[in-house]
């Protein structure tokens, strides 16, 4: 059997998932449960009646990749062939690193608090990492020097998550001219992959501002899982300079030969009718009155930019061991929550909460929380 | 990047569709094309307005998993914890070979002529093969002993396809069984990978007889593409033993998270109407008429079994060069056909035709190919 299987730990999240009783009340969850669009579906199938149901490209429908480049408002995205369609942004985000990165000479820059995956695939294959942490004290601002200074010659490839699950922090457009300054004037500058899981969920004046308008050395992970509630459609794409795509493609090719026509169609249709950032108000909604419980139960949290989380503050007895917090919170009021731990040691002494739940149950939910700070 | 991708090299096959003109008969296609049934997209997409479209388990819908269990046929399935469903077959085959083999310590035995697939997967993750030649000589039919005398105490793996792309032959059910006998008196038996791709296209008396039922440690890779012309849809299983699973669910985890929930909607409805070989009587009568026409016209050739191919043997003046002869066949002809050679020294010597086109195409690309013949 493949040996480095067992060095990677099971999902933290899977398993408090997996504890939580009927009653309790769900702030862990990584998905929208808005009901999608079931027209954008209809408009797909009403293709495939029409077209069957065929391989395309591997990289994915000429017709779709050309409706990504005139509509997504991609910085530097000229040509269809800078896109690879994926079975969601995960493929992307696999693909991105795989290719990137070799297991002999290569490292990779993980820009922490982020989103668990990152290191587990680079774990599964064999490629060295060093984390970065964005300071709780800056409230996990992204910081250009932090990761300008932690650059070794070895690092051929940096990641980080905007908008970031869990911080709920955007990079902003000084931090990013900041950080493409910094690696342009490198000798053998490293390529950064971005993951805009959340791009389309934002609470800022202005959409988040994308790596690519500063930096050439931009790959981008995206999906409409998040955007427009299709989590189990399994669609996105990774959008990278033309140089870096064969090797990407080679290995998409390998791993599934091409995304699913079905989901292809639906980011046509939803790209050509301008629906990526439809739910964008629902979440803004959810988000107001969420923070508007925490801060009348005084519970400390940062405020979130984007995303649709809230970084909690733990209280002192529980600063030191957010894992066991969420077990204890779980068990004793029947609340789900994410420990900071799961997204790297910057992150302890924070929960994850989402606020994608009804207003009911969130309300429910930061009452049973502000028990447990009151408990603590 | 990535120095193992260098050395993979692009694939034969869509180099030559790359070359082809309009006017050109294509015999070169790997795809069904049969409209798919539109009705189960319908259901699908039903079931999708229905329920919404979530991250379901990663393995797939516990629902659409016991549907397999039920209704499949595949022996030893008894628990939909056996099941993963994935981004098509080819999804399937890159998890069994990542998860079963260890680049440090482990060795794949591929039964060749075959599909090139599973080489550039073990290229891919740094995997030593060895190959096993079936002889032409015995028209490539399976043969145990082959296989077995080939093994070595570091085999972890053997990988065959049947129904055979490219030979068109079927592993016999004593041929299995006297492999599976052979392999169970091994002081640690290695693991096979069936790829099932085609099972339902075939033209004996009775199904595709199945590794599975006489040994334990087998795996299977299928899909819906080729039975249901669903190519595109990209949706295909990995059954195998329980033991197995964690360690294949893992890499798919990492990989993509789950397939498609309409894809696994798709799986669900094409097995509860029983509709998995539906178009078998379509494939039967076009292998009829292909082989009367290769008959008619004096073309040597191997009897498909099934699949939706047929090996036929080049003439002396090319018999050491199908390459070559498939690039002149397609420059001089007008038509595009599968250099034997890409499917692995041992089919050097012959043209893999398909007769998935329309039956006057597929007459005049007899008649075109007999005018080869008769030229050389």
Chains 1, 2 share one sequence.
Not at 123 to 133: F, K, P, T
Not at 312 to 321: F, G, I, M, Y
């Amino acid at each position: 059997m493949n040996s480095r299987l067992a060095a990677i730990s099971p999902s933290l999240i899977r398993e408090l998932n997996r504890r939580k009783q009927p009653g309790d009340i769900d702030l862990g969850l990584g998905e929208p449960l808005l009901p999608p669009d079931t027209s954008l579906l209809a408009a797909a199938l009403g293709w495939l009646e029409q077209n069957g149901c065929r391989y395309g490209p591997n990289a994915g429908l000429l017709e779709v990749r050309e409706t990504m480049v005139r509509y997504l408002g991609y910085p530097g995205l000229e040509h269809p062939d800078q896109i690879c369609l994926t079975n969601g942004a995960q493929e992307a985000v696999f693909l991105a690193i795989k290719a990137i990165c070799d297991d002999q000479t290569d490292e990779m820059l993980i820009i922490e608090p982020t989103y668990p995956l990152y290191h587990k695939i680079a774990q599964l294959e064999a490629i060295n990492v060093r984390n970065v942490s964005l300071p709780a004290a800056d409230n996990f601002a992204f910081a250009a020097d932090t990761i300008l200074t932690a650059l070794q010659p070895q690092t051929r490839l940096i990641v980080l998550c905007s908008p970031c699950n869990p911080t709920a922090r955007i990079a902003s457009e000084p931090m990013l001219d900041q950080l493409a300054t910094g690696l342009l004037a490198l000798a053998n500058p490293p390529w950064v992959l971005v993951d805009e899981s959340y791009h389309e969920i934002f609470y800022t004046a202005q959409e988040p501002p994308r790596l690519a308008k500063h930096y050439p050395r931009t790959l981008v992970a995206g999906s409409l899982s998040k955007s427009n509630a299709l989590t189990g459609l399994r669609i996105g794409w990774l959008l990278a300079p033309l140089p870096v795509m064969p090797a990407t493609l080679k290995i998409h090719q390998l791993l599934l030969t091409s995304a699913s026509i079905f989901g292809q169609r639906i980011v046509c249709e939803i790209l050509t009718r301008r629906l990526l950032t439809v739910h964008r108000p629902y979440y803004d909604e959810q988000r107001r009155s969420f923070t508007s419980l925490l801060e009348r139960h005084g519970i400390p949290h940062l405020p979130p930019e984007g995303t649709f989380y809230v970084l909690a503050k733990l209280p002192t007895a529980w600063a030191h061991d957010s894992i066991k917090a969420a077990y204890h919170l779980l068990e004793k009021f029947g609340v789900v929550a994410i420990p900071g731990r799961a997204f790297g040691a910057a992150a302890e002494g924070y929960l994850r909460l989402s606020f994608v739940a009804p207003p009911q149950l969130l309300e429910e939910g930061v009452a049973r929380l502000s028990r447990f700070f009151a408990a603590s």
